[in-house]
């Protein structure tokens, strides 16, 4: 089964690294996560509800909605902060762009996802990608161990960027909005079109699609991945 991906690109001040993989993955887990499955018998359910609510950015002027789950909410969170953390790290190491500088801004040069708000200069730092990856466990015969397999992969492929004084970095804020704005518009027109999803299964097999480790909603398997030189996460 080949995989279905969908990129997502996004340049972005490195002070707002957390904001931009917080609106684009949780926006997407609100369509991949459900309220906790119930079964009244191997292949009779009924799903408890899940609420949802909108949380503001700490650098960018955006609200996102995420779902209402603490215990989840914090697990996925911790999993971002371990992404964050590597990249800063990076960056505070002196890993730059090859070729790397200040980047000058007119109105009429190019622009990416939306307008340049009357930034005047950027220094270009680093690029980067984090994905976040829904799979399916399969049973194999033994000797052989269980294996995965993807069937929703998004991309997010970052180009972080130092803005050089205070107003050109409050621009950026709104700069960055208009282009997470942008994004999670894509995700939604992508959700709403038909596609794949894995078929619901049965009572004992449950943990073959979906991760049940927490208290009030069942999530598709999920896992990030980031090409930043590590990890994670088989559940």
Known sequence: MNAR???????????????????AFHSIMVHRVLGKFKFSSDSDYSLGSLGHEEVPCNHVDLT??????????DDFNEKVDLFVEAVTKSLKDGYFLSGSGNHLISPSSAREGG??????????LISTQIKLEFYQRRKRQWPIPEDTAP????????????????????RMREYVAEQLSDKVLTICELMNKPQYLPKIPTRLEITSVFDIRFPNCDPYLWRLDSEHGFLFIFI
């Open 5 to 23: 991906t969908n990129q997502l690109q996004l340049t972005a001040e490195y002070r707002q690294i957390k904001d931009a993989v917080s609106v």
């Open 64 to 73: 996102y909605i995420r779902v209402n789950s603490r215990e989840f909410i």
């Open 151 to 170: 069937w929703e992969v998004w991309e997010l492929h970052l180009n972080l960027v130092r803005t050089l004084n205070n107003e050109d970095f409050f």
């Open 115 to 124: 307008r340049i708000y009357g930034i005047d200069c950027w220094e270009d």
